[in-house]
């Protein structure tokens, strides 16, 4: 950023009506802007007696509403730094260190009623900036010249430094300090001078006055101005444009549009065949030389601002214009991209963070549940209790009718049965199988009998479900 590149003195003083010089040692990479300040107002091009340099501030003339607070900002890509100042203007009337005697006076400094004498000084002097003034034939003027000291000051007017004649002032007496000049015709062009002077001393303003004929012309744009300017991002910069017109002329500023950004802009204007919008326009200011002066500030620059712009000078008899580019170089630290918008970012933080602690918690569970299931053995549920008959339990679950279920019997009778269906045919084969064929077979023992007789009797008994 820039830097203060020499010491300053921040508190001057200057005596009324001498010149003054403001210094800005600022410097840095690149050469940075600099713009000026008082008490809070930029100054520019329309302050007659001010004058911004390379190097500082020259204020010509001072008067005692110049004192107060001057800044002297300097800006470049990299940033800004300030250079302050207090200007204490010193009026050497109102302290009476300038005060003369008198001659006759026998010494005596001071009037009848005590007061001490002051010599002349003007009470209006921002009245009196625009010193060069031009106006067309048929037109009015007011000069003025107010002031005041002890004994009262007179003020006689002179032209090309000849006193006006009674005939030439003619009814201005009435108004002491303004001169009025009415249905100006090319001949009244000249340098009026008003002479203010008392017994202590002398002051005096001159005025240019120029009468300029009408013609049939239309605005001319002199010099080179506007022309193409560069401005680091977020930089100040300015376009100028000069005009010369037989009256005073509306200076406007344009910018072009570019295609396809018609609709941004609530109305455009057509010049050249190009589509242009109107800017804000600041005050038109007379210069010395007669011509008019305006300017276009353009602060903080961004892209955007970047293209071709217009100055627009015109007046009754028509318009001329010139153009000019300005060109924004890249912002040296761009902006990191910026992260996709998704629709989690719209949830406020307990929820973005409770969704995923809450999917991590059911995950968990489930996981351990599993992990506890692994570990228990498995048991028949309790609905379906499987039992194991016992030896000697007689268990017939059969798909048909009880009568066909038989509990139990033993070997002879089971071989006698098949015998039996077997002679009844094929006819009769089936319908039995599916009576007896489904019986599963669970137990088959064998049981010894001992009698009294001594005999022992053995048989076996098959025991099945059906």
Known sequence: PPRIADKVIHRQSVRLGRTIKLLCPVEGDPPPLTMWMKDGRTIHSGWTRFRILQQGLKIKEVES?????????ATNGFGSTNVNYTLIVIDDASSGKDSQVPEGSNGEYEDHSGKQWARPRFTQPAKMRRRVIARPVGSSIRLKCVASG???PDITWLKDNKPLTPQEIGENKKKKWTLNLKNLKPEDSGKYTCRVFNKVGEINA???VEVIQRTKSKPILTGTHPVNTTVDYGGTTSFQ????SDVKPVIQWLKRVEYGTESKYNSTIDVGGQ????????EVWSRPDGSYLNKLMITRAKE???GMYICLGANTMGYSFRSAFLTVLPDPKPPSAPVPPSSASSLPWPVIIGIPAGAVFIFGTILLWLCQSKKK????????????PQPRDRI?????????CISSINYEEYVAQQQHLLSQGPALAPAMASKMYPKIYTDIHTHTHSHVEGKVHQHQHIQYQC
């Open 396 to 404: 017939c679950v059969s798909q048909v009718p009880d009568k066909d």
């Open 206 to 208: 001159t005025y240019k």
């Open 304 to 306: 955007e601002d970047a």
């Open 150 to 152: 002890n004994p009262r």
């Open 65 to 73: 509403e110049d004192a107060g607070t001057y800044i002297c900002k």
């Open 377 to 388: 053995p498995c048991s028949p549920p309790a609905a379906a209790p499987v039992h194991r």
């Open 275 to 282: 589509k242009f919008v109107v800017l804000p326009t600041g």
């Open 241 to 244: 444009c000069k005009v010369r």
